[in-house]
């Protein structure tokens, strides 16, 4: 428990720190340009996904056997980056202008994001030494290092110049510098493991590399579609709405990060805690015994921010309002994720991830479809609205895969409350009435405390038990 303790601080603290930024950028930026640093993060997180080339997979499997890999897995993606250079540099006219909606030629936007996705994809590799080593606790720190930097600088720059006046190339220039903070905090820390590293480009090279593509590339592809899944709402109000309607999304999205903590921690603990016991006679009374608990903590998380909600409309500019109601939608993402990593355990102990691939595809055309006719009409609240239908879809899916390729869990009670959660996001969000609202998720919020009490007094149990 201690362990756990030790990796849920970096999520906690990052999404804390992330908290509090937020509404600092919302009055210090115009909603343009607060739209113009969500594309920003849609173009480090992709380039993280694609340019690694799914070797930092390959990294992870191999890290105890190989450790000199690293340097094998690092050269395609900086190879990559610097194919990048020569045409974004070239054209940064057509770059700036599609990308960021920002008629000018000066390259200076295009160097700030080259180095971005250098550092990046170079901190990827870093912090996962940190991870493998099960250093939790510097681990954690990676996680908070940069956003602890970020709201820094934001914090002098928002106390040195008029509201709303700030520039999208200032804060992209302190996200760079963040990234290379935590670049030099992990060189410090990693330099004697760096060190004994023995690396060459000899014929060791090119065996390794084929030897990772061939473990990595059928990675990306179900990657991209989840990555296409949780993106293509931000780059699709982009294009059928406005750079508005993607800051007030980008606002709402960023307030439900607080929600990715659950999904952070127990993605860490639950697949090695599976992989342990597969063989366990143990195992399926291990797993109907955790799903009520998980259940239990999806539900309070959507209840009581449907409660305090309204809260929100205190932090921000009057522009961004709507996000009160939008972040009840956008918290499904990190939620039913979380709850389908609970259930899903199959489909990778049976070794299909041909199903997952198939998943995340099905549920990227199903989102894909649902923002585009939803989004020219409702905007931001379209996006939500899409998103948080498909992962509910997406929940549903890998249950089922899982429970037909090993162990069949009883679901229907859990779809059902889902779907009444479900409903109450999508009333809250068209409703503009804040007290009805947080009536509703005080009723539901009173139901299920009394239908799960048990798991509750079973959680809290554990805790104090350590």
Request: aromatic residues 16%; glycine residues 4%.
């Given at each position: 428990?201690?362990?756990?303790?030790?990796?849920?601080?970096?999520?906690?603290?990052?999404?804390?720190?992330?908290?509090?930024?937020?509404?600092?950028?919302?009055?210090?930026?115009?909603?343009?340009?607060?739209?113009?640093?969500?594309?920003?993060?849609?173009?480090?997180?992709?380039?993280?996904?694609?340019?690694?080339?799914?070797?930092?997979?390959?990294?992870?499997?191999?890290?105890?056997?190989?450790?000199?890999?690293?340097?094998?897995?690092?050269?395609?993606?900086?190879?990559?980056?610097?194919?990048?250079?020569?045409?974004?540099?070239?054209?940064?006219?057509?770059?700036?202008?599609?990308?960021?909606?920002?008629?000018?030629?000066?390259?200076?936007?295009?160097f700030v994001v080259l180095l971005s996705l250098f550092f990046t994809i170079l901190n990827r590799y870093l912090c996962l030494i940190f991870r493998m080593k099960d250093l939790a606790f510097l681990f954690s720190l990676t996680q908070i290092i940069p956003k602890l930097f970020i709201f820094s600088l934001v914090l002098i720059y928002f106390s040195s110049i008029d509201f709303g006046t700030g520039d999208f190339i200032h804060i992209i220039f302190i996200y760079l510098f963040s990234n290379v903070i935590l670049s030099i905090y992990s060189f410090i820390f990693c330099y004697q493991e760096l060190k004994e590293?023995?690396?060459?480009?000899?014929?060791?090279?090119?065996?390794?590399?084929?030897?990772?593509?061939?473990?990595?590339?059928?990675?990306?592809?179900?990657g991209l579609a989840f990555w296409g899944v949780t993106s293509i709402d931000k780059i699709m109000i982009k294009e059928l709405a406005s750079l508005n309607e993607l800051a007030i999304y980008s606002v709402s999205v960023s307030f439900a990060s607080f929600a990715v903590i659950l999904r952070s921690v127990f993605s860490?603990?639950?697949?090695?805690?599976?992989?342990?016991?597969?063989?366990?006679?143990?195992?399926?009374?291990?797993?109907?015994?955790?799903?009520?608990?998980?259940?239990?903590?999806?539900?309070?998380?959507?209840?009581?921010?449907?409660?305090?909600?309204?809260?929100?409309?205190?932090?921000?500019?009057?522009?961004?309002?709507?996000?009160?109601?939008?972040?009840?939608?956008?918290?499904?993402?990190?939620?039913?994720?979380?709850?389908?990593?609970?259930?899903?355990?199959?489909?990778?102990?049976?070794?299909?991830?041909?199903?997952?691939?198939?998943?995340?595809?099905?549920?990227?055309?199903?989102?894909?479809?649902?923002?585009?006719?939803?989004?020219?009409?409702?905007?931001?609240?379209?996006?939500?609205?899409?998103?948080?239908?498909?992962?509910?879809?997406?929940?549903?899916?890998?249950?089922?895969?899982?429970?037909?390729?090993?162990?069949?869990?009883?679901?229907?009670?859990?779809?059902?409350?889902?779907?009444?959660?479900?409903?109450?996001?999508?009333?809250?969000?068209?409703?503009?009435?804040?007290?009805?609202?947080?009536?509703?998720?005080?009723?539901?919020?009173?139901?299920?405390?009394?239908?799960?009490?048990?798991?509750?007094?079973?959680?809290?149990?554990?805790?104090?038990?350590?």
């Amino acid at each position: 428990m201690k362990k756990i303790l030790i990796y849920a601080v970096g999520p906690i603290g990052s999404s804390f720190l992330g908290f509090i930024t937020v509404p600092l950028l919302s009055w210090l930026l115009s909603q343009d340009d607060m739209g113009r640093i969500s594309i920003f993060h849609l173009l480090c997180s992709l380039a993280t996904l694609a340019m690694t080339l799914g070797l930092d997979q390959y990294y992870m499997r191999e890290y105890y056997t190989k450790k000199k890999i690293m340097f094998y897995c690092l050269i395609p993606s900086l190879i990559f980056v610097s194919i990048l250079v020569i045409p974004i540099v070239l054209y940064s006219k057509q770059f700036n202008d599609i990308v960021f909606d920002i008629n000018s030629g000066s390259i200076t936007i295009a160097f700030v994001v080259l180095l971005s996705l250098f550092f990046t994809i170079l901190n990827r590799y870093l912090c996962l030494i940190f991870r493998m080593k099960d250093l939790a606790f510097l681990f954690s720190l990676t996680q908070i290092i940069p956003k602890l930097f970020i709201f820094s600088l934001v914090l002098i720059y928002f106390s040195s110049i008029d509201f709303g006046t700030g520039d999208f190339i200032h804060i992209i220039f302190i996200y760079l510098f963040s990234n290379v903070i935590l670049s030099i905090y992990s060189f410090i820390f990693c330099y004697q493991e760096l060190k004994e590293m023995r690396y060459d480009l000899g014929n060791d090279f090119i065996f390794e590399l084929k030897k990772g593509l061939i473990f990595g590339v059928p990675l990306i592809v179900s990657g991209l579609a989840f990555w296409g899944v949780t993106s293509i709402d931000k780059i699709m109000i982009k294009e059928l709405a406005s750079l508005n309607e993607l800051a007030i999304y980008s606002v709402s999205v960023s307030f439900a990060s607080f929600a990715v903590i659950l999904r952070s921690v127990f993605s860490t603990i639950w697949m090695p805690i599976i992989y342990k016991n597969e063989e366990n006679d143990e195992i399926e009374k291990m797993i109907t015994d955790t799903l009520p608990l998980i259940t239990m903590l999806v539900v309070m998380l959507f209840c009581l921010t449907g409660v305090f909600s309204p809260l929100l409309t205190i932090l921000l500019p009057k522009e961004y309002a709507s996000v009160s109601s939008i972040v009840v939608c956008c918290i499904g993402y990190p939620l039913f994720y979380t709850l389908s990593e609970s259930t899903s355990s199959g489909i990778y102990v049976k070794n299909k991830t041909k199903f997952a691939m198939l998943i995340s595809l099905l549920v990227l055309i199903v989102n894909f479809l649902l923002n585009y006719y939803t989004i020219p009409t409702f905007g931001a609240k379209g996006a939500a609205f899409s998103t948080l239908i498909s992962f509910y879809i997406y929940f549903i899916l890998r249950t089922e895969a899982s429970s037909r390729l090993w162990i069949n869990i009883e679901m229907k009670k859990t779809y059902l409350e889902m779907l009444i959660i479900l409903v109450a996001c999508v009333y809250t969000m068209f409703n503009e009435d804040y007290i009805n609202n947080s009536l509703l998720w005080i009723s539901l919020l009173v139901f299920f405390m009394f239908k799960y009490k048990n798991e509750m007094s079973k959680l809290l149990f554990r805790f104090k038990a350590g």
